[in-house]
């Protein structure tokens, strides 16, 4: 399956990254490659996933677990195969109809396990190009997890490429900048604040034209 | 006067790339030993003229066509580009799908020759096709903008190039004169040294200024002194690539050194329009590809207006 992953990253995403999209990827070197830790960009497209997968090394690429939505990755058999073999899903359970599980434990052992949790805090990909409110799961993991540190990621222009509701894309250049690494701040309101802070000052870095 | 046949077109490739690894050479070691010296910017325009080398020789060895790839290619970040950078409109995300499409319809013209029809179909597409489209997608609110900047982003990109790519597949004309990779040799190697001489100028002779706000570093000097430097060179390479005569190979000098200058000074102002920060390190994306290419905007449709109406 790993080597499933790495040929499907290398022959098929990477190029149409690379060449259709095309990436200004900045302070690459924040992007940790060794976990536990969490990696916490907006959320615009299907495409935000797949472009952030694709700046690990291959060799790393196992250890990134994305954090989706059970309700509607897994939704039929072929895509659940495809969320959990290959994008090496964690599903959680968007529902909670079960009120005695703790919904963070998976993330937690994962976090165990060394490995690199990928969450979109906006929750869903939401208005192509704007933020949405943030969920404080991000928090109430460092929370349980104060020496995990949160990396903040801004991507902007692959909710242009492909948009929510939309088949077809369209090339447009995407950038990605990479923050300093956030800690625990002793609550879950501040550390949610630092995290929105840091997501502003990445975004006021980019000059977005407008789409209106 | 019988022109360059495929030997001294070998003679002069060799020679061109012999220039390009020596300021490949030459640029390294000044960054490395020089490194705090104001030195240009131009590692990323190396590699891209590499990169066009590269495509240069397996066309020569090969097939002209393999260049139409590389040069389609470089169209296609051109416009991304372009448009990644000027604004649009939600409403028009599927009609730049549309725009992305000339790319392979108008290389695909020139791959089979029908030069009539790739003159024709950027026109055709940009000002009645693209339309038509946008007012069923049906949104009034900024069409005029909308519709403008798009079509202006495909002549800048699209159409100019497709003359670059055109010219490499050029056949010769009916006297057996004349080869489309040494015409394409030619406006290559003449637009980056008119592109090198413009920059010396510009530093070495302040005056007369040009508007500060199109350009720091060209003015009047810039275009006078490269249009000196362009006619000989011009003159003496003229042979090895084309089917020129001396005044032919003169006239091609003048107006590519003028060319070159009025695209920087274009694609600077566009730049400066969309106020993009820090000019002079630019990313693909943001600006980057544009600096690329602003030497073929003007030059590459006017020289092969002038040689198809030499040797048509």
Known sequence: MRLLQALFFLLIVRPLIMVIIGLNVRNKERLPLQGPAIVAPNHNSHL??????SLWPLSVLHRVRPVAAADYFLRNKALAWFSLNIMRILPIDRQRRDHRSDPLAPLCQALENQEILLIFPEGSRGMPEQLSRFKTGIARLVERNPSVPIIPVFMHGLGKALPRGDFLLVPFFADVIIGEPIYWQGSV????EAYQEAMLALSRQLEIPAWE | MNGADLSDLAVATGIVMGILALTTVIYGALLQFRPNQNLPKIGSRIRFLWGMALFYLLALLYSPKIL?????????????EYLSITPTRRADRRILFWAYLSIPIQF???????????????PVHVFLVLPVLMVIVGETRGFLRAWSMLGWGILTTVFSLGYLGYLAVLRPDTHGNGHGLGLFLFLVSLAQLNYAAQYFFG????????????TQTRNWASLVGSILVSIPVAWLVAPWMTPFTAGQAVLSGVLIAVGAFIGYLILSAIKADLQLKDRSTMTPGSGGVMN?????????????????????
């Open chain 1, 48 to 53: 935000d996933t797949l472009t952030l997968l």
């Open chain 1, 189 to 192: 309101q501040a550390t949610m």
């Open chain 2, 68 to 80: 139409l790839f590389y040069v389609a290619f470089i169209a296609f970040l051109g416009l991304k």
């Open chain 2, 108 to 122: 695909f013209l020139i791959g089979m020759d029908w030069q009539r029809l790739f003159t024709l179909f950027v």
């Open chain 2, 203 to 214: 530093k070495r002779f302040r005056h007369p200024r040009l508007s500060l706000k199109v």
């Open chain 2, 292 to 312: 690329r290419i602003d030497a073929f905007v003007y030059t590459a449709p006017l020289f092969f207006y002038i040689v198809t109406q030499w040797f048509g």
